[in-house]
């Protein structure tokens, strides 16, 4: 399984645009780049799922350049409800089962 | 929008007893698993089931842990002679193809061994 690098901690205000970064220098050619979001004493819930360029949804945007060693995962205009801890996976469409690394804590505030 | 429901939300058990831990996935899915997340720390993967059969599991998932599809609906994860160490969120999940479209997690079970 790819490694993946993203920041442990970001601060946001409401209203604001959010991206979080992930490096995975190590991805394989049959690689997704999948985005999960976690609130306290939850399950992850699956955000948003891409193998190259961009990938939008109506809860983000998925950026992931030609070259696939990262991506950016973009939070438009943010609440408080936002506050999550967001992780970013890489692994293939057909893997039994998920890495999840530390992940990235998004705190937003008003 | 369905959901994966787990029972009971709250399992508080004596070290040494043997806690079932219940699933019920969405209903058109056929990959089933389970995680936990010790407090403080990573999701971890346990184990995958498919085709009434577990696909993959962990170096966690040794002979004190068993899952089990006992009928068409529930997905169940026993843990024999609970210890200290297993107190921990214990998360279902559910898939319709693989990795596909991503895993329906549930909300959990935090289960505390006393």
């Known amino acids: 399984l790819a490694k993946t690098t993203q920041p442990i901690s970001m601060d946001s205000y409401e209203g604001q645009e959010v991206n979080i970064t992930c490096s995975h220098n190590n991805i394989a050619t049959n690689d997704y780049i999948t985005w999960y979001q976690q609130f306290p004493s939850q399950g992850p819930r699956f955000i948003i799922q891409?193998?190259?360029t961009k990938v939008t949804n109506e809860v983000a945007s998925l950026f992931i350049p030609a070259d696939r060693k990262s991506s950016t995962l973009s939070l438009p205009r943010v609440s408080l409800s936002d506050t999550a801890v967001y992780y970013c996976l890489v692994g293939t469409i057909n893997d039994y089962k998920l890495s999840f690394g530390a992940g990235t804590t998004v705190t937003v505030r008003a | 929008e369905p959901e994966v429901t787990q029972t009971p939300s709250h399992q508080v058990t004596q070290m040494g007893q043997e806690v079932i831990l219940r699933c019920v996935p969405i209903s058109n899915h056929l990959y089933f698993y389970w995680y936990r997340q010790i407090l403080g720390q990573k999701v971890e993967f346990l184990v995958s089931?498919?085709?009434?059969?577990?696909?993959?599991k962990s170096e966690i998932f040794d002979d004190q842990f068993s899952v089990e599809r006992p009928d068409g609906s529930n997905f169940t994860l026993k843990i024999r002679s609970t210890k200290l160490e297993d107190s921990a969120m214990y998360f279902c999940?559910?898939?319709?193809?693989?990795?596909?479209?991503?895993?329906?997690f549930g909300s959990g079970t935090r289960l505390t061994v006393v």
């Open positions: 999940a559910s898939s319709e193809d693989g990795g596909r479209y991503g895993y329906t």
């Open positions: 891409g193998y190259k």
């Open positions: 089931f498919y085709n009434n059969e577990i696909s993959e």
